[in-house]
């Protein structure tokens, strides 16, 4: 199941502010903010542990992010959180990965704020249009002058 609908734009935009008032909201379904999936997770062919294991950016920011999970999983101890985070950060990245992010929840949308796909190429765009073409598009802006 794909997402409903994808936040973008600039950033200090208020895309977390709209991420943290949605996801409670209980006909609404949000994995993490910034999934990072069209702009940097479609182009990574690696594994769980070449991924451990690498030296590039992504993969420092992938063992960061896992290195969380302990006092995630002690805040919300829960089998489905444990679940949701192997699904997340050890399988391989592909379409059946993105849409399996989104558990799907009968009646509810579902939906992910990722600012930076709003730099997309024009064939990251294409793609994300062919496995959603239904997708709505929420972008957010802000004053340039407001950020100086």
């Known amino acids: 199941m794909f997402p409903d609908f994808i936040g973008i734009g600039a950033q200090k935009a208020g895309t977390t502010w709209l991420a943290r008032n949605l996801s409670p909201h209980p006909e609404i379904h ?3 903010k910034e999934v990072h999936y069209f702009d940097r997770k479609i182009k990574d062919r690696s594994n769980a542990v070449t991924r ?3 030296k590039t950016k992504n993969d420092e920011q992938w063992r960061r992010q896992v290195r969380r999970i302990p006092a995630q999983l002690r805040k919300n ?3 489905r959180e444990l679940l949701w985070n192997y699904r ?3 399988r391989h990245y592909d ?3 993105y849409s399996q992010v989104f558990e ?3 009646g509810k949308v579902s939906g992910e704020i990722t600012p930076a796909y709003s730099v997309l190429g024009r064939e990251e765009v294409a793609h994300v249009h062919g496995v959603m073409p239904d997708a709505k598009l929420i ?3 802000r004053n340039p002058i407001e950020r100086v």
Do not use: E, N, Q
Request: glycine share 4%; hydrophobic share 50%; net charge positive.
């Open 95 to 97: 379409d059946r990965w």
């Open 77 to 79: 101890p829960s089998f």
């Open 88 to 90: 997340f950060y050890m």
């Open 104 to 106: 799907p929840k009968k």
């Open 30 to 32: 949000m994995p993490r």
């Open 139 to 141: 972008f957010f802006m």
């Open 52 to 54: 451990f294991l690498g």
